[in-house]
T-cell receptor
Framework: SAVISQKPSRDICQRGTSLTIQCQVD?????MFWYRQQPGQSLTLIAT?????????ESGFVIDKFPISRPNLTFSTLTVSNMSPEDSSIYLC?????????FGPGTRLTVL | DAKTTQPPSMDCAEGRAANLPCNHS???????VYWYRQIHSQGPQYIIH???NNETNEMASLIITEDRKSSTLILPHATLRDTAVYYC????????????FGTGTRLQVTL
């Protein structure tokens, strides 16, 4: 099973600023995903991070707000732009490998 | 993706089997049933998945009805560490393997 790490594990940010979250997988994977989990809620898929092309966003999420990079098969970043308190959530990346998705530990973001 | 329905919460005594039901009456023929769990403040953990046959691994067993409209996840000997939110998800595999998480079942294992 793939091991996924995320940086930072948590952060407290001021509104109007941006935060970039890094996701590193210990092996090459075809697909990587980014999810958001708002307080007390379930996970919602933000986008699929495609290697070598633009990310594919789900309904309700746009590239200007959540730009994603995927420069190679083991790494991806998610930026939360122009943050507001409503962006306070846990952000998780995952990868798909061998019929299973593995999730990182998440980044807990608080926006003041 | 097909929608799933799970009870919001369940209790189970430690050492007993935990049987978590899931309804997925609109599942299509090529969709798999996946189970994940999320222990507090951690990322979701894959448990098991299946298409139409029953499956078993070191963590759990998955029983899928013949008409595939429902399934049951069985933890044979629940421990306190199995306390978590359990998600039943119906999804395709391969390049279409996006997961749509519902509200899940909060399983509380007690002494």
């Amino acid at each position: 099973s793939a091991v996924i790490s995320q940086k930072p594990s948590r952060d407290i940010c001021q509104r109007g600023t941006s935060l970039t979250i890094q996701c590193q997988v210990d092996s090459q994977v075809t697909m990587m995903f980014w999810y958001r989990q708002q307080p007390g809620q379930s996970l919602t898929l933000i986008a699929t991070a495609n290697q070598g092309s633009e990310a594919t966003y789900e309904s309700g999420f746009v590239i200007d707000k959540f730009p994603i990079s995927r420069p190679n098969l083991t790494f991806s970043t998610l930026t939360v732009s122009n943050m507001s308190p409503e962006d306070s959530s846990i952000y998780l990346c995952s990868d798909y490998s061998g019929g299973e998705q593995f999730f990182g530990p998440g980044t807990r973001l608080t926006v003041l | 993706d097909a929608k799933t329905t799970q009870p919001p919460s369940m209790d189970c005594a430690e050492g007993r089997a935990a049987n978590l039901p899931c309804n997925h009456s609109t599942i299509s023929g090529n969709e798999y049933v996946y189970w994940y769990r999320q222990i507090h403040s951690q990322g979701p953990q894959y448990i098991i998945h299946g298409l139409k046959n029953n499956e078993t691994n070191e963590m759990a067993s998955l029983i899928i009805t013949e008409d595939r409209k429902s399934s049951t996840l069985i933890l044979p000997h629940a421990t306190l560490r199995d306390t978590a939110v359990y998600y039943c998800i119906v999804s395709l595999t391969g390049t279409a393997s996006k997961l749509t998480f519902g509200t899940g079942t909060r399983l509380q294992v007690t002494l």
